[in-house]
């Protein structure tokens, strides 16, 4: 699976829109990006998901460059609730029924009143 | 309804002992997974678990072992255990849907070891 690269920490003022960045350079073809979050003390949590479009659901949106070397997770209207760290995971589609993720250290966003 | 649930939420115990961490799953999936958060808030795969194979992080020790009676449960085993296993630890589990792969995770049981 390709590595991924985040900002540590980045704050978001509440109600505002929370842009979150991901490096993957090495990204190939059938590698998919996938978006977690896990907010303090609870397990991770999915968000969102994509392969070369841009996606959205009820809770975000995920912008892929074209050369899908790099990728932004919205938040369109931050809430003190998402508040949490933020992993952004590369990982291939395969044949079988289980898949490992594997987390970096992701991003710690903090939401401010 | 809880989806993904573990037992006990903590667990304290001291080292040597041999101690079981529950996870049950209601979401009718067909892979479980284990999963450590270290001190340092790393998470790190264990084990990912079908009824058609068992797939072990090499980096896990033999005391550690899966234990699945059917497809809703996967329980962790842990033997002879030592200060280092102190972590919290997750259940997850999938369903393959298309190219859909999202893991659902249980809320950890915390362990400590004295």
């Known amino acids: 699976d390709a590595k991924t690269t985040q900002p540590p920490s980045m704050d978001c003022a509440e109600g505002r829109a929370a842009n979150l960045p991901c490096n993957h350079s090495?990204?190939?073809?059938?590698?998919?990006v996938y978006w977690y979050r896990q907010i303090h003390s609870q397990g991770p949590q999915y968000i969102i998901h994509g392969l070369k479009n841009n996606e959205t659901n009820e809770m975000a949106s995920l912008i892929i460059t074209e050369d899908r070397k790099s990728s932004t997770l919205i938040l369109p209207h931050a809430t003190l609730r998402d508040t949490a760290v933020y992993y952004c995971i590369v990982r291939a589609a395969s044949g079988a029924g289980s898949y490992q993720l594997t987390f970096g250290k992701g991003t710690k966003l903090s939401v401010i009143p | 309804d809880t989806a993904v649930s573990q037992t006990p939420k903590y667990l304290v115990t001291q080292m040597g002992n041999d101690k079981s961490i529950k996870c049950e799953q209601n979401?009718?999936?067909?892979?479980m997974y284990w999963y450590k958060q270290d001190s340092k808030k790393f998470l790190k795969i264990m084990f990912s678990y079908n009824n058609k194979e068992l797939i072990i992080n090499e980096t896990v020790p033999n005391r550690f072992s899966p234990k699945s009676p059917d497809k809703a449960h996967l329980n962790l085993h842990i033997n002879s255990l030592e200060l280092g296993d102190s972590a919290v630890y997750f259940c997850?589990?999938?369903?393959?849907?298309?190219?859909?792969?999202?893991?659902?995770f249980g809320p950890g049981t915390r362990l400590t070891v004295t």
């Open positions: 090495t990204i190939s073809g059938n590698e998919y």
């Open positions: 997850a589990s999938s369903q393959r849907t298309g190219d859909r792969y999202e893991q659902y």
């Open positions: 979401l009718g999936h067909d892979t």
